[in-house]
Every structure is written in C-alpha cells, then in structure tokens.
C-alpha cells in the first residue's frame, strides 16, 4: 500500500494562513473518516493536532484545522507563527494495512 | 503528565536482534491499546504495529509480520517490540504512541512518546 502524497515543504510568513495537502486514494483517505494529522519537531515526541479528519484535541489552537475533499484531506494554519514551523504528517486508516502515513511536509514560516 | 519513555535503541548487525521497551506513566496504562511508529532517516512515518489493552487483538505491518512482536505488561505499564532477523531497512527512530481506544483502534495517536534509534549495520 502506497504512503499517502504530502509536499516535501510549504512556506508562509508570519500571519498568513497556508495549507498541506495529504492525497490518498478511495482505499484510505477517500473513504473513512479517520485522517489524523501530527506535527513534529526534530529530536521531540510527535504531537496531535487533527484527528477523524476535522477534530481539534483540547489544547490545540483554534489557527490549525482540517478537512477533506474525496481522497484529500487538508490541514489549514491560519495566522501563521514563528513556533509553528516544523514538520508535519497526515495518517489514514486503509482498510488493507491498517494505517498509512504521508511523506511529511516541513513548514518554514519566513 | 502523561509520560512515554523508549529504551532499548542500539547498533546491530544486520540479522541480529533487539527489544524495545516504552515505559508508561500518568495515565491508567491498562485503559488504552498501545503502537510503535517508526521514521526511517529522512523519511516519513511507518506504522508498525497494534496492541490492543488486553492484547486480544495484535497487528503488524506487511513490512515486519513474522520479524517482530508486540506485547505488553500491564502490571508494568510497559509496551514492548521484540525485533528479530533485522534488516538494514529496520534503521529508523522508533516510537510508541497511546491509541485513544482500548479494545480497538481509533486510528490516531494522543501522545508519543520522543523515541529510540534503532540502527542495522554492519
């Protein structure tokens, strides 16, 4: 089973909102509601920032947010900051393997 | 404070074997399934395997089935991957990471813990 397709990199300056994509196909991302999205600084314990496609855990701020077109889920910061730079990785169950990961997508606010 | 501690990480030669150890404390350890995740040097992550609370339901990635084993010690509070016949491609950070359920999967992972290299070499 194929790993889900993420950019390698996205860049933003600070306030301004980008978006990551995370393409998988009709067997995972297309059809469950189970896309979960993890931010990671090097050498630390990845964090959980979107889980079931849009949920926000208590404590993540309100600026990070997801969502999902057919087999594209999406996670959206908005009002983008300094400390948000890191890398980022979407996840999907797949009925096949259970769970697949993105390649990940470093973030770089300039 | 949910606490998540790895251990057991080494240099081994390929074939060789290795236990990874992920101590847990801060929460009711016997409440939730358990999962190691690993990122291979300048790769994304890999699911690895599943444990559910009572370990009535274990999976395993294809990459690994039959090579590794994942098990748990409730009294302890402690996950463990037992990592036989490696490979140079087993080299990655492994970590453990709390599954939000208990006897199946939610598919998303609330805390992880910082990890433990693993490295295949000769």
């Known amino acids: 089973h194929s790993a889900l397709t993420q950019p390698a990199s996205v860049s933003g300056s600070p306030g301004q909102s980008i978006t990551i994509s995370c393409t998988g196909s009709s067997s995972d991302v297309g059809s469950y509601n189970l896309v979960s999205w993890y931010q990671h600084y090097p050498g630390k314990a990845p964090k959980l920032m979107i889980y079931d496609d849009s949920k926000r855990p208590s404590g993540v701020s309100d600026r990070f947010s997801g969502s999902k077109s057919g087999?594209?889920?999406?996670?959206?910061?908005?009002?983008?900051?300094?400390?948000?730079?890191?890398?980022y990785h979407c996840c999907s169950y797949a009925h096949s393997t259970n769970l697949v990961f993105g390649g990940g997508t470093k973030l770089t606010v300039l | 404070?949910?606490?998540?501690?790895?251990?057991?990480?080494?240099?081994?030669?390929?074939?060789?074997?290795?236990?990874?150890?992920?101590?847990?404390?801060?929460?009711?350890?016997?409440?939730?399934?358990?999962?190691?995740?690993?990122?291979?040097?300048?790769?994304?992550?890999?699911?690895?395997?599943?444990?559910?609370?009572?370990?009535?339901?274990?999976?395993?990635?294809?990459?690994?089935?039959?090579?590794?084993?994942i098990s748990r010690d409730n009294a302890k509070s402690s996950l463990y991957l037992q990592m036989n016949s490696l490979r140079d491609e087993d080299t990655a950070v492994y970590y453990c990471a709390r599954d939000r359920c208990s006897s199946s999967s939610c598919y998303w992972f609330d805390f992880w813990g910082q990890g433990t290299l693993v490295t295949v070499s000769s």
């Open chain 2, 1 to 69: 404070e949910v606490q998540l501690v790895e251990s057991g990480g080494a240099l081994v030669q390929p074939g060789g074997s290795l236990r990874l150890t992920c101590a847990a404390s801060g929460f009711t350890f016997i409440s939730y399934s358990m999962n190691w995740v690993r990122q291979a040097p300048g790769k994304g992550l890999e699911w690895v395997s599943y444990i559910s609370s009572t370990s009535d339901s274990i999976y395993y990635a294809d990459s690994v089935k039959g090579r590794f084993t």
């Open chain 1, 71 to 87: 087999n594209t889920a999406s996670l959206t910061i908005s009002g983008l900051q300094a400390e948000d730079e890191a890398d």
